[in-house]
T-cell receptor, first 106, second 114 residues
Framework: GIQVEQSPPDLILQEGANSTLRCNFS?????LQWFHQNPWGQLINLFY???GTKQNGRLSATTVATERYSLLYISSSQTTDSGVYFC????????FGQGTELSVKP | SAVISQKPSRDICQRGTSLTIQCQVD?????MFWYRQQPGQSLTLIAT?????????ESGFVIDKFPISRPNLTFSTLTVSNMSPEDSSIYLC???????????FGQGTRLTVV
């Protein structure tokens, strides 16, 4: 089956720093989503991005479908950005990567 | 986007007992999904619940352990049966938007089995 790999597994930032999270997938997909899971376990949909680039405030995402990867950019990070970031591909069901755990220190 | 209400938000249960988790959506949806997230792990799909038919279970999950009901287009329940400490996880329900491109999740149920 398809493999979804995220890197890095952990990331610690100072408030105000920028970061890039990566998601590699082993096969062609029509649907890729990014989620943020806050420390209370709530999972929030950030982007639906099968290809191209989207921006939402300090967050943006780029998917290069032909090269089978997606990137999530976080600029000017804040402590509220802490949590786990998941990418997931949709093959009739969502296949999640293992996540990147982000900790933003004040 | 869909608003999903899931309850309970957390529970501590004795081994050998069962817990039923409820998921209510603010709009009618064709499919509802149940996920398990073991401590420190990613999400794994347990089953897909369609209204009017039996749920479809993923490999490694069985109906006797995780019975699911889907009585209408806005509601579903997942029961975790005969619990053991290994069932301690976050359980989440999810739906897709009308275009079936974006997924939305309930708040999750944090289950601890002692």
């Amino acid at each position: 089956g398809i493999q979804v790999e995220q890197s890095p597994p952990d990331l610690i930032l100072q408030e105000g720093a920028n970061s890039t999270l990566r998601c590699n997938f082993s096969d062609s997909v029509n649907n890729l989503q990014w989620f943020h899971q806050n420390p209370w376990g709530q999972l929030i949909n950030l982007f639906y991005i099968p290809s191209g680039t989207k921006q939402n405030g300090r967050l943006s995402a780029t998917t290069v479908a032909t090269e089978r990867y997606s990137l999530l950019y976080i600029s000017s990070s804040q402590t509220t950005d802490s949590g786990v970031y998941f990418c997931a591909v949709d093959l009739g069901k969502l296949i999640f990567g293992q996540g990147t755990e982000l900790s933003v220190k004040p | 986007s869909a608003v999903i209400s899931q309850k309970p938000s957390r529970d501590i249960c004795q081994r050998g007992t069962s817990l039923t988790i409820q998921c209510q959506v603010d709009s009618q949806v064709t499919m509802m999904f149940w996920y398990r997230q073991q401590p420190g792990q990613s999400l794994t799909l347990i089953a897909t619940a369609n209204q009017g038919s039996e749920a479809t279970y993923e490999s490694g999950f069985v109906i006797d352990k995780f019975p699911i009901s889907r009585p209408n287009l806005t509601f579903s329940t997942l029961t975790v049966s005969n619990m053991s400490p290994e069932d301690s996880s976050i359980y989440l329900c999810s739906v897709e938007d009308l275009t079936r491109t974006e997924a939305f999740f309930g708040q999750g149920t944090r289950l601890t089995v002692v």
